[in-house]
């Protein structure tokens, strides 16, 4: 796992290795950004994401799809940033491009109320 560069340890970089043991065996939602570096859109988002994984104290992983672009193929991840929540390894939600923290909250907060309520 690698740290994402500029977010102090709040969000952790996976690999397609980790993927499965991380994301989709996590008994709790978990938020993870398809990201590249070079992207200006992803660089603008780096921020936003480490707002709100402060906020929630709730993990949030990222993939480089330039590092591990089967992930991203496997998901269907067409545009960067995108961020998919998965919630019982299955994807609960998604954002497209740059978002607010406030929207990235709400989608986590359903996913998290979802899986508190057992909701499928």
């Given at each position: 796992m690698v740290t994402y560069p500029l977010t102090m340890k709040t969000i952790t970089?996976?690999?397609?290795?980790?993927?499965?043991?991380?994301?989709?065996n996590a008994a709790f939602p978990v938020a993870v950004s398809f990201y590249a570096p070079w992207s200006r859109h992803c660089q603008v988002m780096e921020p936003v994401l480490a707002e709100a994984a402060k906020a929630t104290g709730s993990p949030f992983f990222c993939v480089n799809v330039s590092r591990y672009p089967g992930l991203s193929g496997w998901y269907g991840v067409e545009s960067i940033p995108t961020v998919l929540?998965?919630?019982?390894?299955?994807?609960?939600?998604?954002?497209?491009?740059?978002?607010?923290?406030?929207?990235?909250?709400?989608?986590?907060k359903v996913a998290?109320?979802?899986?508190?309520?057992n909701l499928d």
């Amino acid at each position: 796992m690698v740290t994402y560069p500029l977010t102090m340890k709040t969000i952790t970089e996976i690999s397609e290795a980790e993927f499965e043991a991380t994301v989709l065996n996590a008994a709790f939602p978990v938020a993870v950004s398809f990201y590249a570096p070079w992207s200006r859109h992803c660089q603008v988002m780096e921020p936003v994401l480490a707002e709100a994984a402060k906020a929630t104290g709730s993990p949030f992983f990222c993939v480089n799809v330039s590092r591990y672009p089967g992930l991203s193929g496997w998901y269907g991840v067409e545009s960067i940033p995108t961020v998919l929540f998965f919630r019982k390894g299955e994807i609960a939600d998604k954002i497209v491009g740059v978002a607010s923290k406030e929207e990235i909250l709400g989608k986590l907060k359903v996913a998290e109320l979802e899986t508190a309520n057992n909701l499928d």
